[in-house]
């Protein structure tokens, strides 16, 4: 039950991105999620999301190279569908582009603000929280079953942290209820 409800809420937002025609971004869009249809010579692209080709031998791999074993919750995330931007309240989930997801997300993990602060402290980026913060995963607590709390780090306050979400589900349901 908690993979179809964090599939559908996915789905939804992903569906209001092309329904209201956002999904488009200046950059070279991967040719599976592209508009074949579209003007080449334009400099903005149209997106469409599509479903994930992300194995586990692939998350595998992120999690040896991070030294972390991913929540569950947040696998079947990684499982669904690729987009370039996905973002339901105040949070923006790093992008998830087909065949360049992996690139996406170790970016955003070990380039995005000194390690020091954050993965080398147990704390795992995957999401931007409004301009000002990122979402982590808090790998310190919940060890022995990966389902670690949310937390919010502010890059102004680079020392701290604070709570958020119980877990990946938990963040979930709380921002799609937000959003409504």
Not at 107 to 116: R, S, T
Not at 146 to 153: A, C, D, E, F, S
């Amino acid at each position: 039950m908690k993979e179809q409800t964090i599939k559908n809420i996915i789905d939804i937002y992903l569906r209001k991105w092309v329904d209201m025609g956002i999904n488009q971004l200046p950059v070279q869009i991967e040719t599976e999620m592209s508009d074949l249809n579209q003007d080449m010579s334009e400099e903005w692209r149209t997106w469409f999301p599509v479903n994930s080709k992300v194995t586990d031998e692939e998350i595998n791999d992120i999690e040896n190279r991070i030294g972390y074993e991913f929540p569950e919750d947040y696998k079947t995330f990684l499982k669904h569908k690729h987009f370039y931007e996905l973002q339901i309240s105040e949070v923006s989930f790093c992008e998830h582009p087909i065949n360049i997801w992996r690139t996406s997300l170790t970016e955003m993990i070990f380039d995005g603000y000194p390690k020091e602060f954050l993965i080398d402290k147990g704390y795992i980026p995957f999401a931007n929280w409004s301009d000002w913060g990122m979402l982590c995963f808090d790998t310190n607590k919940n060890q022995n079953d990966k389902n670690y709390p949310i937390v919010l780090w502010d890059h102004e306050l680079a020392d701290e942290v604070q709570y958020q979400y119980e877990d990946f589900y938990d963040m979930i349901e709380k921002i799609d209820q937000e959003n409504r």
